[in-house]
């Protein structure tokens, strides 16, 4: 403890410096300063690795899925196109002149395939030209009856269209295919009836709006056409069609993983994930479908697709498809039930079982076949004949159960089960074989309805006649 | 048959005038006429009729759900007030001036819910704020690189930008809450680039448009937030309730119409369409479920929630509805079965199933009264007890089967089923009985789950604890 006593010019000041404790609060004053070094680095750490997950996040889907990255290249070579189309004219003394609308329409409009811009083009087009035809003749009534009613009337009108604009947009099918159409009546009407008294301006301003708007949306369809472009009837197509690959998959991988003997525990593993991941996704896709088959609807023809390609046939096989995911879903669940059935009844069935979900998930891949090569299948309704003469077999054997001698807790109870040759079964034992069997049964005549989906899309879609060589070959492989 | 003939001033002519074909054009030809007629007439009818159709189609939507009209009258006083407001100052000597930022802002921030709204106004502001700040910053360097790389660097940027904002918007996380924000910002930092060479134009530009926008943003939050305002927290919390008391209902009548004696078939119809609405419903409702989710975090405290109300909880909850919904699709199939079940073993088992369906629904409608009161309920824990034990009653009466002779089909079977006061039962009648009560002790343990979840909601959301009354009158109805 040292203590410090000096006077001068009337000023005394002491300072009390227990050495101890000066150690202490020195010690103390450096760690709370490392505390806040450290967390302000553990901060900019965090950020920083925040930033770079979501950088690997971006990237991997940007690898996982090109065409997106390819997408964002596209709006930003329409932009440039935009913008280099303004440059090069002296056209910008006002601030938001013309140049503004055509931008506008590339942002807005510019969508990722196909069929949701030109919905959009076509909305737009259709709302601005409505909107101003009808604003203008709101204008000229206003004019006509005179300076005072004149705020009134445009007003008026302004509430009520909008108001009723706007409800529109809640009613399915304006929703489904012209929501944004009506978001654009309203906001070009709004522009027109508020922004100016003089008519003559009103014509240039609609002249303007139209011609950038027109050099917009036909950059934002040269673009989204010529360079990779993404159609969203096709999207619609293969979505569906790996989503019957995805629910064979899965039903094959489930019923096998049930009945099979997996020895090693690692393969089982990734097999059940990629089981549950493939029905899963067919559980959901239902919005998906919904919105693709719409912007598909404004498509022109392209690839191996017409202008009126039966999209809707498409929605009807994605439902059918779902259904099945349902079952599968229930299947799932039997088949990691607690109960576990005997050896020898799994033995037993297994043959049976894994023969239905075989040939129904056949019968899916041969669907998904159809849709990928756009051709009738020859085989597909012999496969359906295996797959329903594999439910008889399964039912068969469903019903020879009764032949076997079943087991009765009850010591008491008279007969069955006294030979020692005959294999004894619980009735509790059968439940989750019988659930399986009856919820495969239910699968496959869900899959038939698919396949009927599928010939009758089929049909309106035009799809060619499956060639005499595949008849062939499959004549080859019967007699084989 | 006549036959004129005139020479005048060297012009003959003749007309050959067949009475019979004459009579057979002349009708033909008002025939045709009438065809038109009746042709137009059609088209005007089945125009007009399907203008009536999609009226009353309108109104009865605005009847069902008046909440839409109401938002539809909210957009309609929202753009009233922003003309209002610039009609009074006269702005409108140039076209596309600041007024047009306002009613822009208007018309594409209002939305349904004040989540979505507030969602887009913060994206909005956000968006704006950032991407007029870099344009600035970009036109600063772009003026200090020289005349000649000025437009390089600023096509450079704007393309870079445009693709990276662009592709953002497919990453996850972006998509949920940042997807109008980037293409915001993308809009403002193409207008900002392309606008101009001059600063201090650029300048007034960035703040007529952030004032503008604030002016109409505000006007949208005030008008959303204090008319009929619609809460899309509010929204899912009474979509999830919903769901809970569909699946109740149709779980109950599923399972009370398969083993209930139907006297009047018209009731059983109106019963079974009731139960098929109900849980399909659910099937597909996590688009809208997540969407409601997404705006309500974006919500300030209102009625009965909080700013940090636990929104992900909800869609936890709402995914083992799900779960129980596709359960219930295939107990659905399960009863629709063609193998029939003996009555006797129908009236068996009528008593355990319906019990435990009921008592199942029973958890469900506390589930539901729980989030409708927002009260942890102190009645659950033994509800979910009480459907435990139907549960163990099925499953013994599952196992007591064991001890019921069943009847083989082969005449040379050895013992079973002598006895005349003993019921006699094939396996394969039992099958459809065995999965259905499956079926209903799968629902009961994803009930059981759907039950931890809302435990968790209630915990995290700091639901109320159930009063004392309400305990003493469950006392009261347990001594009863």
């Known amino acids: 403890m040292v203590k410090e006593s000096k006077?001068?010019?009337?000023?005394e000041w002491r300072?009390?410096?227990?050495?101890?404790?000066?150690?202490?609060?020195?010690?103390?004053?450096?760690?709370?300063?490392?505390r806040v070094c450290n967390g302000l680095r553990g901060l900019i750490v965090g950020f920083m690795t925040r930033i770079w997950k979501f950088l690997q996040k971006a990237w991997s889907l940007a690898v996982r899925e090109p065409k997106k990255a390819i997408h964002g290249v596209k709006v930003g070579v329409a932009l440039s196109i935009v913008s280099l189309f303004y440059y090069m004219r002296p056209l910008y003394d006002g601030v938001g002149g013309n140049a503004m609308w055509a931008v506008m329409t590339v942002v807005v409009v510019f969508e990722y395939t196909v069929g949701a811009t030109l919905c959009k083009c076509v909305?737009?087009?259709?709302?601005?030209f409505l909107a101003g035809a009808l604003g203008l003749g709101v204008h000229w009534i206003a004019n006509q009856s005179g300076e005072k009613f004149k705020p009134i009337i445009i007003e008026v009108s302004v509430?009520?269209?909008?108001?009723a604009a706007t409800f529109s947009r809640f009613i399915p099918t304006i929703k489904a295919r012209f929501d944004y159409g009506?978001?654009?009546?309203?906001?070009?009407f709004s522009l027109v009836s508020v922004s100016g008294y003089r008519v003559d301006e009103l014509f240039?301003?609609?002249?303007d709006r139209l011609s950038t708007i027109a050099i917009g949306t036909s950059l934002c369809i040269l673009t989204t056409m010529i360079f990779c472009p993404v159609w969203a009837g096709n999207e619609l197509h293969y979505l569906i069609t790996n989503n019957m690959e995805k629910i064979a998959d899965s039903l094959n991988g489930c019923v096998v993983e049930y009945f099979g003997i997996n020895e090693n525990v690692n393969s089982k593993d990734e097999a059940s994930d990629k089981v549950s991941q493939g029905y899963k996704c067919v559980l959901n896709s239902k919005a998906t479908e919904e919105a693709m088959a719409n912007f598909a609807r404004w498509e022109p023809a392209h690839g191996r697709f017409?202008?009126?390609?039966?999209?809707?046939?498409?929605?009807?096989?994605g439902a059918l498809l779902r259904k099945c995911a349902y079952c599968i879903e229930t299947l799932n669940v039997s088949t990691n039930s607690d109960t576990e059935a005997p050896v020898i009844l799994k033995k037993h069935f297994s043959k049976y079982c894994i023969g239905l979900s075989s040939s129904s998930s056949d019968v899916l891949k041969e669907m998904a076949v159809i849709m990928n090569t756009m051709t009738k299948s020859t085989k597909i309704d012999l496969m359906v004949n295996e797959m329903n003469d594999a439910v008889q077999e399964l039912q068969g054997v469903l019903k020879s159960l009764s032949k076997q001698p079943i087991i009765r807790d009850s010591k008491n109870g008279t007969g069955g089960g006294n030979k020692s040759s005959t294999t004894m079964v619980r009735v509790m034992e059968i439940v989750p074989i019988v659930s399986i069997s009856t919820l495969l049964i239910e699968i496959a005549a869900r899959i038939e309805k698919g396949v009927e989906a599928i010939n009758e899309l089929a049909n309106k879609?035009?799809?060619e006649e499956g060639t005499k060589k595949s008849k062939q070959s499959e004549n080859q492989q019967n007699s084989s």
């Open 306 to 317: 017409n202008f009126r390609h039966p999209w809707n046939e498409y929605l009807k096989v």
């Open 461 to 463: 879609a035009e799809f």
């Open 182 to 188: 009506a978001m654009i009546f309203i906001l070009t």
């Open 204 to 207: 240039e301003l609609a002249h």
């Open 15 to 34: 300072i009390n410096v227990p050495n101890e404790t000066a150690a202490k609060v020195l010690v103390s004053e450096s760690k709370s300063q490392i």
């Open 7 to 11: 006077q001068s010019g009337g000023l």
């Open 159 to 163: 509430f009520l269209l909008a108001a």
């Open 123 to 128: 909305n737009r087009a259709i709302g601005t």
